[in-house]
């Protein structure tokens, strides 16, 4: 097992920037493929950014290209959000998750993903 614990979140005006963090322990961090959801009250939790296990592939959700970028240290057994123009939109709670990956391969839906963090709040103010 992986247990996952996100940081970063908080307040910001339309525009800013804020870096999300997901400290992983447990399991070897390099073995599992990663994602970014979030999720507003009252609607189901969206992907926002994947990455392989080997950090070499990603995936960005439409909304958020060009925007965001997810890393990962294995290192340091992280995973990153940097999130640049912020805008009112991207408001909501931020989840980091695991998920067991035999190859390096993207998960792109919330089913695929085993493990998940507690979650962070991410306001943007107008």
């Known amino acids: 097992q992986v247990q996952l614990a996100e940081s970063g979140g908080g307040l910001v005006q339309a525009g800013g920037s804020l870096r999300l963090s997901c400290a992983a322990s447990?399991?070897?961090?390099?073995?599992?493929?990663m994602g970014w959801f979030r999720q507003d009250p009252g609607q189901e939790r969206e992907v926002v950014a994947c990455?392989?296990?080997?950090?070499?592939?990603?995936y960005y959700t439409d909304s958020v290209k060009g925007r965001f970028t997810i890393s990962r240290d294995v290192a340091k057994n992280t995973l990153y959000l940097q999130m640049n123009s912020l805008k009112p939109e991207d408001t909501a709670v931020y989840y980091c998750?695991?998920?067991?990956?035999?190859?390096?391969?993207?998960?792109?839906?919330?089913?695929?993903?085993?493990?998940w963090g507690q979650g962070t709040q991410v306001t943007v103010s107008s």
């Open positions: 990455i392989t296990r080997g950090g070499i592939s990603k």
């Open positions: 447990g399991r070897t961090f390099s073995s599992y493929a």
């Open positions: 998750a695991a998920a067991v990956s035999p190859a390096y391969s993207i998960f792109r839906t919330a089913d695929d993903y085993a493990y």
